[in-house]
C-alpha cells in the first residue's frame, strides 16, 4: 500500500470545526496514512491528536502553521517534525496567544465602531482553549446575519485595508523558519501562490526562503489546479526546494477541499516526506 499524505490541516486548536480527534478519524477514513495537524501558531491540539492516531493505523507528523512576516507581507510556514517542547518554539506559540488575543480585542472595538456588537466575547467562547482567528470573527459576523458568506467578511470587514482589519506583528520570516529547523523540523513555505504576488515577487520570496534555510514549498494543496501544481513543480525545483501536499482542510462545510483529496505530487520535484525522520 503507498503512503497517502496530507501536511496540512486545522482542527478546533486554531480554526478547523474539528477536534483533533475527529480530524484524525476523518483522514483515517479518507485514507491518509500520514497526515500533520498544523494548527495556525500552535501546536496544542498534537497530544490528543497522538492519543487519537495510536489507536489507528495512521502515522502522526507534529506540525505547526506559523504566520510570519517578510517585506511587510504577511506568510504562512508550516512546520513538519517539529518537538513541539523546543522552548523557543513553544515559548513563541504563548506569546502569539497573547498577540491573537489583543489583536482580537482591537478588531472587535473596530465593529463595535460600525455597530456590530459582541463579537469579542463570541470569538472567545467559539475559540476556546485555541487560538483565536479572523476565521472567528468571519462565523461570528455570518452567524449574525452581517454577511451572507465568509468570503463577504473578510471583504467587507475583515480584509487587509478593510474597517475592521488589525495589522499585526508576526515574527519575521527568518526568524520564524529558525524556530521550525531548531525544533528539528522542516520549514515549508505554504500555499505560494496565495499571497497574490506577482512572478518577481514570488522568485524574491523563494530565494530569501531559501536563504534563511526553508527547504520545502507546498506544490499541491486542495485548491490547486493542474496549471499551478505545475508552476509550482517548477518553482521548486529551480530553487532546489522539496515538495509537500497538503489539503489545508478546515471544515467539513467546504466539501471542495477535503482531508486527503490531493493531486499526485509531481514525479520531478523531491518530496518533502524524504526529509522528515
Ligand atoms: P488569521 O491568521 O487570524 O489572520 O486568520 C487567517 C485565516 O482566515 C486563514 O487561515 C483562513 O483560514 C482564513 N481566511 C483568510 N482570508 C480569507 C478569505 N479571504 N476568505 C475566507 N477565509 C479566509
Ligand atoms: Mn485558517
Ligand atoms: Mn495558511
Ligand atoms: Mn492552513
Redesign the pocket.
Known amino acids: 500500500m503507498p503512503e497517502r499524505y496530507d501536511l496540512h490541516c486545522h482542527s478546533t486548536a486554531s480554526?478547523g470545526a474539528l477536534s483533533p480527534t475527529e480530524l484524525i478519524q476523518r483522514a483515517h477514513q479518507n485514507g491518509v496514512t500520514a497526515l500533520a495537524l498544523t494548527d495556525?501558531d500552535t501546536t496544542m491540539g498534537l497530544s490528543e491528536a497522538h492519543a487519537c492516531a495510536a489507536t489507528l493505523d495512521i502515522r502522526l507528523i507534529n506540525g505547526i502553521e506559523l504566520?510570519a512576516s517578510w517585506q511587510n507581507k504577511c506568510l504562512h510556514i508550516v512546520g513538519l517534525g517539529i518537538d513541539p517542547h523546543y522552548a523557543p518554539l513553544d515559548n513563541a506559540t504563548h506569546q502569539l496567544q497573547a498577540t491573537?488575543l489583543e489583536r482580537a480585542e482591537k478588531i472587535a472595538e473596530k465593529l463595535e465602531k460600525k455597530r456590530i456588537t459582541g463579537a469579542l466575547e463570541a470569538v472567545k467562547n467559539a475559540a476556546g482553549q485555541g487560538m483565536i482567528?479572523?476565521?472567528h470573527f468571519?462565523a461570528f459576523l455570518l452567524s449574525q446575519h452581517h454577511v451572507s458568506t465568509?468570503?463577504e467578511a473578510?471583504?467587507r470587514y475583515l480584509?487587509k485595508g478593510k474597517p475592521a482589519y488589525v495589522a499585526t506583528t508576526w515574527a519575521e520570516m527568518d526568524v520564524a523558519v529558525n524556530w521550525i529547523t531548531e525544533a528539528g523540523g522542516v520549514a515549508v513555505l505554504a500555499h505560494p501562490l496565495r499571497y497574490k504576488l506577482t512572478t518577481n515577487w514570488i522568485k524574491r520570496l523563494l530565494a530569501a526562503f531559501k536563504d534563511t534555510g526553508g527547504q520545502s514549498i507546498e506544490v499541491v494543496t486542495g485548491r490547486n489546479n493542474a496549471e499551478e501544481i505545475k508552476i509550482l513543480a517548477n518553482y521548486a525545483n529551480q530553487f532546489e526546494l522539496a515538495g509537500s501536499v497538503g489539503s489545508d482542510f478546515?471544515s467539513p462545510i467546504t466539501p471542495w477541499v477535503e482531508l486527503g483529496r490531493l493531486a499526485p505530487l509531481p514525479d520531478s520535484v523531491q518530496p518533502v516526506w524524504e526529509l522528515l525522520n
Open positions: 480554526d495556525h504566520s491573537r482567528t479572523r476565521s468571519a465568509q468570503q473578510f471583504d480584509g478546515h
